[in-house]
């Protein structure tokens, strides 16, 4: 089965500061990857996603993710973070088993950015 | 178009007591699922479905039914309610590849078993 970490369950920076979120899954065989952002007291968005070919993929609101196949990463980048950008982010990998497929969520990271 | 809608917003339970929990999406998709999500464990899934009349369990179904009559409405059922079961609760539908294509998500339950 599919897992997914993400390294630091709450990060802080400062406004316009980079933003480095840290995502490494366990599937040797190169999976459909997400970053979801999930702001106060909403529900879930997608930022952006992998499937096939760019492994450079851009988002929404200045994000960017790049997909590493021999370090099993998919990390979450915007170079100058805003007051905004506080939320909850989540990557997700895609799973299939028995023909269904599935996604796995890793456990989140809080975002705080700082004045 | 409405997207994912969920109803209620806000739930109290006592121990014991069952309650459906209500998901609707307008967008015609296939899969829907249900997701709880508990400080620091992420979202983990409960039951999901993949078209009308077909069903499946997720992570975390002990305690929970589904069922799917219609391609639209997907309600979760609690049982017998246990404060475990306190918790923000997601209901999610996507196109058939769920691995391939976004879920929308609704706002979401937030669920007080006391």
């Known amino acids: 089965a599919q897992s997914v970490t993400q390294l630091g369950s709450h990060v802080s920076v400062s406004e316009g500061a980079l933003v480095l979120l840290r995502c490494n899954y366990s599937s040797s065989v190169p999976p459909y990857l997400f970053w979801y952002v999930q702001y106060p007291n909403q529900g879930l968005q997608l930022l952006l996603k992998?499937?096939?070919?760019?492994?450079l993929v851009k988002g929404i609101n200045g994000f960017e993710a790049e997909f590493k196949k021999s370090e099993t990463s998919f990390h979450l980048t915007k170079p100058s973070a805003h007051m905004s950008d506080a939320a909850e982010y989540f990557c997700a990998v895609s799973e299939t088993q028995g023909g269904s497929e599935k996604l796995v969520f890793g456990k989140g990271t809080k975002l705080t950015v700082n004045p | 178009n409405a997207g994912v809608t969920q109803t209620p917003k806000f739930q109290v339970l006592k121990t014991g007591q069952s309650m459906t929990l209500q998901c609707a999406q307008d967008?015609?998709?296939?899969?829907m699922s249900w997701y709880r999500q508990d400080p620091g464990m992420g979202l983990r899934l409960i039951h999901y479905?993949?078209?009308?009349?077909?069903?499946d369990q997720g992570e975390v179904p002990n305690g929970y039914n589904v069922s799917r009559s219609t391609t639209e409405d997907f309600p979760l059922r609690l049982l017998s309610a246990a404060p475990s079961q306190t918790s923000v609760y997601f209901c999610?539908?996507?196109?058939?590849?769920?691995?391939?294509?976004?879920?929308?998500f609704g706002p979401g339950t937030r669920l007080t078993v006391t």
């Open positions: 479905s993949v078209g009308a009349g077909i069903t």
């Open positions: 999610a539908s996507s196109p058939l590849r769920v691995g391939r294509y976004e879920q929308y």
């Open positions: 967008m015609n998709h296939e899969y």
């Open positions: 992998y499937t096939t070919g760019a492994t």
